[in-house]
């Protein structure tokens, strides 16, 4: 018999925990909305006091630059189709022609052809034609809402922040798909081994985990500046100065992901019963083909959950790549903080502000994507011990 | 499994972490032993300018670096024992602060105001993650299913947020008559500057901190909530128990687990805080540890970098780790031991 009274929430508290969790939602994402708000104005406008000023931009619309009406339900609605079209008719059309056994790459190519279509779209043919509909349209086509974009294309073509952008792409694909290989081979064997051996190597890595990485660089760097002399007697003259090198980078930051990566992976591995490696081992696998054909192909939602913390990880990094490569040549995260540590004028500033959105736009499409992976992996550890 | 698979499976990942962690660590250890610094000899130069009525030469004593053959100046190592601890600790200033009774004599040693604030910033933040972790995760729990995907979505970007972006995204709100100072100015009717002192600084790294981390507890102790066993729930209400003895005699006890997980990762996190003082450019007012031993690192104008004395702050920043960790650690130990025995 249930109390229902007791069951049943009084309202009060429903409504609170509602009216808490609008509260939450908008200290959440406020500061995010804004710093965008504030890169697409001018100075003047960007740090005004006045929170209205800053929305609508009236120094930036007397400029000239600005979004009318018309624009913006343009920009909405096409930014809209696009959604329903990516979860509509994109998924449909990689599972149709995607070959068999290669969804992954169907999704691939399908992802970014649509990608580009809606860049050429939405950046190239979509600026002309507005222009000629607001001056067309009269009074709708005036400019309403302040609106530039010269702070991006500063940071992007001036400071040459596309060079950072590469880096960061080559850093970020190493470290995955590196610390992905290596992960899901040592998630595996600790998590099919019971034996003592596996239980300190997970505790001494939960130790590793636990290092601050600025003791770990400590280490590294009289090392890599020094490697072409230290490393002269086995190499002879091919000895690489580690310094600056990618390469060098990717290895650290893949050995310091390394302990997160298989604790993470282990746990995903347990959740998969080992009847069915058994059944493939008397069926005549070796211990390798089980994983490779048997473990691996439901292995997947796990590997792509840690893929994403491992990606987190290495476009987020700071202190290692600021340290271990060049400052002219570092990845996005380190050369923001050359801009904003010499802002001298309001219009570095807001170039500085520029810049943060342009690093944190990708992470908002991760988000919006692989919402579900990362709940999962934020969990998988903590449920399941 | 025998143990030559078991080896071949995990060679890859163990060999990385020998080489990159465990290596490492080795060496920073030797190195906090070892000073290197550029040799120099003493020269005397004689510099000679014409004037009009012939040569003015003087002859000065100078110490310059030795150029070797390379181009570079001349490098030598030394053993030095445990002077490079003594150059971080500082304990003769230390012994000084305390003979005069001075706290902010104290804290004008760099590594005393970092370890202060390092502590103090672990510390404050944790039981602050703890509680808004679960408001939000029994909110959340509390509110119609359709909502919660996007409640949740947003509650995401605080915590996915690259660092870095997410401290200068609230420094950005508060500096100089940035908005949010000037609606406290309006609010409390005074002239606030944000960042010209240190503990409004430590009050926007501790608030950051936490809507950095809040969500992440949030999300799994939101996923413990799901695994709440319905019939226990029942049979506490059909005992008597109200809402609030509910929570706290079956939902916290559920998920302690979760808890304990929350509050390791929350400390080995917010122990290595350095994000945030490079985003609040706060080195003036705020260091932490591994501030430190980064500022060690940089090189400096003439293109030194204090090794030793990085090697020394990063041993004493490990063991403070270590000991911090050491009862948790302990849980986990024994409750292996239980699980087997």
Same mark, same amino acid.
Request: proline share 5%; hydrophobic share 50%; net charge negative.
């Given at each position: 018999m249930k109390d229902e009274n007791l069951i049943q929430q009084p309202i009060a508290l429903r409504l609170s925990s509602y009216f808490f969790l609008v509260f939450w939602c908008v200290m959440a994402a406020f500061p995010i909305f804004w710093i965008s708000v504030m890169s697409v104005k001018l100075p003047f406008d960007a740090f005004d006091s006045n929170p209205l000023n800053v929305i609508f931009g009236p120094e930036t619309l007397s400029k000239g630059k600005g979004l009318s009406l018309i624009d913006i339900i343009f920009a909405l609605s096409i930014i809209f189709f696009t959604a329903k079209l990516a979860t509509g008719w994109l998924v449909k059309m990689v599972n149709t022609y995607s070959p068999i056994g290669y969804r992954w790459l169907g999704w691939l190519v399908g992802a970014m052809t649509f990608g580009l279509s809606f860049i050429v779209i939405f950046l190239g043919f979509m600026p002309s034609?507005?222009?000629? !509909? &607001? $001056?067309?349209? /009269?009074?709708?086509?005036?400019?309403?809402?302040?609106?530039?974009?010269?702070?991006? %294309?500063?940071?992007?073509?001036?400071?040459?922040?596309?060079? &950072?952008?590469?880096?960061?792409?080559?850093?970020?694909? /190493?470290?995955?798909?590196?610390?992905?290989?290596? /992960?899901?081979?040592?998630?595996?064997?600790?998590?099919?081994? /019971?034996?003592n051996l596996a239980f300190w190597i997970l505790i001494i890595a939960l130790v590793f985990r636990a290092l601050p990485h600025? @003791?770990?660089?400590?280490?590294? !760097?009289? =090392?890599?500046?020094n490697s072409a002399e230290i490393l002269r007697p086995i190499f002879g003259d091919a000895a690489p100065t580690l310094y600056g090198m990618p390469w060098a980078t990717i290895a650290v930051l893949v050995a310091i992901n390394q302990p997160f990566t298989i604790w993470?992976?282990?746990? =995903?591995?347990? %959740?998969?019963?080992?009847?069915? $490696?058994?059944?493939?081992?008397? $069926?005549?696998?070796?211990?390798?083909?089980?994983?490779?054909?048997?473990?691996?192909? @439901?292995?997947?939602?796990?590997?792509?959950t840690t893929g994403l913390f491992s990606f987190l990880l290495a476009y987020n990094d700071?202190?290692?790549?600021?340290? !271990?490569?060049?400052?002219?040549?570092t990845t996005m995260v380190p050369a923001i903080a050359s801009m904003f540590n010499m802002e001298t004028t309001t219009t570095d500033q807001v170039v500085a502000v520029a810049a943060a959105v342009s690093i944190i736009a990708p992470l908002f499409f991760l988000v919006l994507f692989f919402q579900r992976q990362i709940v999962s992996g934020l969990t998988a550890g903590a449920v399941k011990g | #499994?025998?143990?030559?698979?078991?080896?071949?499976?995990?060679?890859?990942? +163990?060999? #990385?972490?020998?080489?990159?962690?465990?290596?490492?660590?080795?060496?920073?250890?030797?190195?906090?032993?070892?000073?290197?610094?550029?040799?120099?000899?003493?020269?005397?130069?004689?510099?000679?300018?014409?004037?009009?009525?012939?040569?003015?030469?003087?002859?000065?004593?100078?110490?310059?670096?030795?150029?070797?053959?390379?181009?570079?100046?001349?490098?030598?190592?030394?053993?030095?024992?445990?002077?490079?601890?003594?150059?971080?600790?500082?304990?003769?200033?230390?012994?000084? *602060?305390? *003979?005069?009774?001075?706290?902010?004599?104290? #804290?004008?040693?760099?590594?005393?105001?970092?370890?202060?604030?390092?502590?103090?910033?672990?510390?404050?933040?944790?039981?602050?993650?703890?509680?808004?972790?679960?408001?939000? *995760?029994?909110?959340?729990?509390?509110? *119609?299913?359709?909502?919660?995907?996007?409640?949740?979505?947003?509650?995401?970007?605080? #915590?996915?947020?690259?660092?870095?972006?997410?401290?200068?995204?609230?420094?950005?709100?508060f500096i100089g008559d940035g908005i949010l100072t000037s609606f406290l100015e309006w609010w409390l009717a005074k002239d606030i500057a944000m960042f010209a002192q240190a503990w409004t600084i430590e009050l926007l790294m501790m608030f950051y901190r936490t809507w950095h981390v809040a969500p992440f507890a949030a999300i799994v102790f939101y996923a413990g909530l799901q695994t709440l066993n319905q019939d226990t729930i029942e049979s506490a209400i059909i005992d008597g128990a109200n809402r609030w003895e509910k929570l706290r005699y079956v939902v916290?006890?559920?998920?302690?687990?979760?808890?304990?997980? +929350?509050?390791?990762?929350?400390?080995?996190?917010?122990?290595? +805080?350095?994000?945030?003082?490079?985003?609040?450019?706060?080195?003036?007012?705020?260091?932490?540890?591994?501030?430190?031993?980064?500022?060690?690192?940089?090189?400096?104008?003439?293109?030194?970098?204090s090794i030793g004395r990085a090697s020394a702050s990063s041993m004493l920043t490990m063991i403070g780790i270590v000991l911090l960790l050491i009862p948790v650690l302990r849980g986990v130990w024994l409750d292996y031991k239980g699980k087997r025995l």
């Open positions: 034609l507005l222009s000629f !509909l &607001n $001056d067309v349209s /009269g009074p709708l086509g005036n400019n309403i809402l302040g609106f530039s974009t010269e702070h991006y %294309s500063t940071v992007w073509f001036e400071k040459d922040f596309i060079n &950072n952008f590469q880096n960061s792409l080559i850093v970020t694909t /190493g470290v995955v798909t590196i610390s992905l290989t290596f /992960g899901t081979l040592a998630g595996y064997g600790l998590a099919r081994s /019971g034996s600025s @003791v770990l660089v400590t280490g590294y !760097l009289p =090392f890599f500046i993470m992976l282990r746990s =995903f591995f347990q %959740s998969i019963p080992a009847e069915l $490696d058994e059944a493939a081992r008397v $069926d005549g696998c070796s211990h390798f083909q089980a994983f490779r054909r048997v473990i691996m192909p @439901v292995m997947w939602p796990g590997v792509i700071f202190l290692v790549t600021s340290m !271990l490569l060049e400052a002219q040549n | #499994m025998n143990k030559k698979t078991f080896f071949a499976f995990i060679g890859p990942s +163990v060999l #990385m972490m020998v080489l990159f962690i465990a290596l490492p660590l080795v060496t920073v250890l030797k190195q906090s032993f070892y000073v290197t610094q550029p040799v120099y000899e003493t020269l005397d130069v004689e510099t000679c300018t014409p004037t009009f009525t012939g040569q003015l030469c003087v002859v000065e004593t100078k110490t310059i670096p030795i150029i070797g053959d390379n181009g570079k100046a001349l490098s030598q190592t030394n053993f030095v024992g445990f002077l490079n601890y003594q150059n971080v600790i500082e304990f003769p200033r230390v012994i000084a *602060a305390f *003979a005069d009774n001075s706290w902010n004599q104290f #804290m004008a040693i760099d590594f005393w105001k970092a370890l202060r604030f390092t502590l103090s910033f672990t510390l404050i933040t944790l039981p602050l993650v703890l509680f808004f972790g679960l408001l939000i *995760a029994l909110c959340i729990n509390n509110v *119609a299913q359709s909502i919660r995907g996007p409640v949740i979505f947003v509650s995401l970007l605080p #915590m996915i947020i690259t660092p870095v972006i997410g401290a200068l995204a609230i420094k950005w709100l916290l006890p559920h998920l302690i687990p979760l808890i304990v997980f +929350v509050t390791l990762i929350h400390l080995m996190d917010s122990y290595r +805080v350095f994000e945030e003082v490079v985003g609040f450019s706060s080195q003036a007012h705020v260091i932490s540890l591994q501030w430190l031993t980064y500022d060690f690192l940089t090189s400096d104008l003439m293109g030194n970098r």
